[in-house]
C-alpha cells in the first residue's frame, strides 16, 4: 500500500454565524476559493496535477448547492482538468473529505487532492436543506429520533455530569483558546479572508469570548428544556431509556459549539508528488475510521471510532500525544475523556468549537490542520481527530508527525 501524506493546511478565521457577523458578506463559494488559493500559492503546485478537489458542505443548497467544491475550483484559477466532488457526512464532512482523497492515493490510483471543506452559516441556515429524519414522522419514530441538544443533554444525564462540570468544561476552551492566541498558535494555518476590494474583512476567530467566566455562565438558560418538554422529545429519550426518570437539561449557548461560518483546505498526496514539487510532509496519514452508534444518544460516536481506529493502526491509546475532539457540546468530550481514560492536557489543548465555532462542512478539516500545528509545535509524534456526527456516527483519523 501507498503512503498519503498531509502537505499543507490552510483555514479561515470563523466569522459569527449571524447577519452581523464579519463572514456574512462573503458568498461560501468565495471562502472556498479563498483556501483554494492560498494552499495553491504556499504550494506552488501545478494544478493540472490536481486529481480532485473534495470539500465537506453539510447543507449543500442555494449558494453552497450546485456541487460547490467544482465551482469554488474553477473560481479559484485551478486548471479545466481538475475535478471536484462535495461530500455531506454532516459535521465529519471536512474529516471526510480529508480521508476520501487519504484513501485513493493509499490505493495508488491517484496522487494528489485538495480536500477540506465550507459552511456559512451566516446565509445558509442550518437545517435549510430539510430531510427525512427531522420531518418524517414516521422516519423519525422508527429512530427514536431527538435534535441534538437533547442527545447532550441525555448523555449528561445519563453520564451524571452538573451543570457546573460542564460548565467548567467550556471555561477551559475560551481559556486555551485566548492562550492560542496570544502566543499565536494557529497563526502557521490561518489566512486571512478578504472582500472584492482586497481589503481584510477578518483575520481571527470572531465567536471567541475570553471574557467568559464561571459566572456569567452559570446565569444562561438552558437551551434545550423548552423543546424536550413543549416538543415531546424528553419524552422519547425517555422511552429509548425508561430507567431515566427525567433529563436534566444543562446545555445553553456558552457550553455548545458556536454557529460561524468558515472554510479549510487540505493538501493530500503521494511520496512521489511530493518530492515532484519539493514538498516536505508534515504528517503521515496512518489510519482513518468511520461507524455508527446508537442514533438517539447520537454523540457518543467518538469513543467507539476511535477504539476502532486505533485497532486499526495498531496503536495503544497511551502512544497518541494530542486529541482533537469536537466540542459539538461539552458532554460529548468529557464523556470522550472518561471512556477512553484520556486526560484533559492532552484534548483540544487550544480550545475547540465551544470558542471558537463549528462551522458544519469545514470543521473537519480545521481541526486537523490545528492538530498538526500543535504536534509541530511540540515536537510530539501521533495525533488524533474525532468527530461526533449525526445519526450516531462518529469518524476518526490518525497522522504521525514528519
Known amino acids: 500500500m501507498n503512503e498519503a501524506f498531509l502537505y499543507d493546511a490552510v483555514r479561515t478565521p470563523r466569522g459569527r ?17 479563498q483556501v483554494l488559493v492560498a494552499v495553491r500559492e504556499r504550494s506552488s503546485i501545478d494544478t493540472r496535477r490536481v486529481e480532485d478537489v473534495i470539500l465537506g458542505c453539510v ?45 485513493r492515493v493509499r490505493a495508488g490510483s491517484d496522487e494528489l487532492f485538495v480536500a477540506g471543506g465550507v459552511e456559512s452559516m451566516s446565509r445558509i441556515p442550518i437545517g435549510s436543506d430539510g430531510g427525512a429524519w427531522g420531518v418524517d414522522p414516521e422516519v423519525a419514530t422508527r429512530s427514536s ?42 497563526s502557521r494555518s490561518l489566512v486571512p479572508v478578504v472582500g472584492i476590494d482586497g481589503r481584510v474583512v477578518l483575520d481571527r476567530d470572531e465567536a471567541m469570548r475570553p471574557e467568559t467566566t464561571a459566572e456569567g455562565l ?25 430507567e431515566l426518570e427525567r433529563i436534566r437539561h ?3 449557548a456558552g457550553n455548545s459549539s458556536g454557529i460561524v461560518d468558515g472554510a479549510a483546505a487540505i493538501l493530500v498526496g503521494s511520496e512521489r508528488v511530493g518530492r515532484e514539487f519539493g514538498l516536505e510532509p508534515r504528517a503521515r496519514v496512518v489510519a482513518y475510521a468511520v461507524l455508527s452508534t446508537d442514533p438517539t444518544t447520537m454523540l457518543t460516536g467518538p469513543v467507539p471510532v476511535t477504539r476502532k481506529v486505533l485497532a486499526s493502526a495498531g496503536l495503544a491509546i497511551d502512544a497518541i500525544d494530542l486529541f482533537e ?20 492536557d492532552k484534548v483540544n489543548v ?9 462551522p458544519l462542512g469545514a470543521t473537519g478539516a480545521m481541526i486537523l490542520g490545528t492538530l498538526l500545528d500543535e504536534l509541530d ?26
Open 250 to 252: 444543562v446545555h445553553h
Open 325 to 344: 475532539v469536537n466540542e459539538a457540546f461539552a458532554a460529548v468530550v468529557l464523556n470522550f475523556m472518561d471512556e477512553l481514560g484520556v486526560p484533559h
Open 59 to 103: 447543507t449543500a443548497v442555494g449558494e453552497q448547492g450546485g456541487n460547490i467544491a467544482k465551482t469554488a475550483a474553477m473560481f479559484a484559477g485551478y486548471d479545466e482538468t481538475v475535478a471536484g466532488v462535495t461530500v455531506n457526512r454532516f459535521c465529519g464532512s471536512g474529516l471526510e473529505a480529508v480521508n476520501q482523497a487519504a484513501a
Open 218 to 242: 452559570a446565569k444562561l438558560t438552558p437551551s434545550f428544556a423548552r423543546i424536550g418538554s413543549e416538543g415531546g422529545f424528553d419524552a422519547v429519550a425517555i422511552h429509548k431509556y425508561p
Open 145 to 186: 429520533f431527538v435534535p441534538q441538544g437533547i442527545s447532550a443533554d441525555l448523555i449528561a444525564t445519563r453520564k451524571g455530569y452538573s451543570r457546573e462540570q460542564v460548565d467548567r468544561f467550556a471555561l477551559s476552551s475560551q481559556q486555551r483558546a485566548a492562550e492560542a492566541y496570544r502566543e499565536k498558535r494557529f
Open 377 to 402: 509545535r511540540r515536537g510530539a509524534r501521533f495525533g488524533l481527530a474525532t468527530l461526533c456526527i449525526g445519526g450516531g456516527m462518529g469518524i476518526a483519523t490518525i497522522v504521525e508527525r514528519g
Open 350 to 358: 487550544n480550545g475547540g468549537a465551544i470558542a471558537l465555532g463549528h
Open 17 to 33: 454565524g449571524k447577519p452581523d457577523g464579519a463572514l456574512h458578506v462573503i458568498r461560501p463559494v468565495d471562502l472556498a476559493r
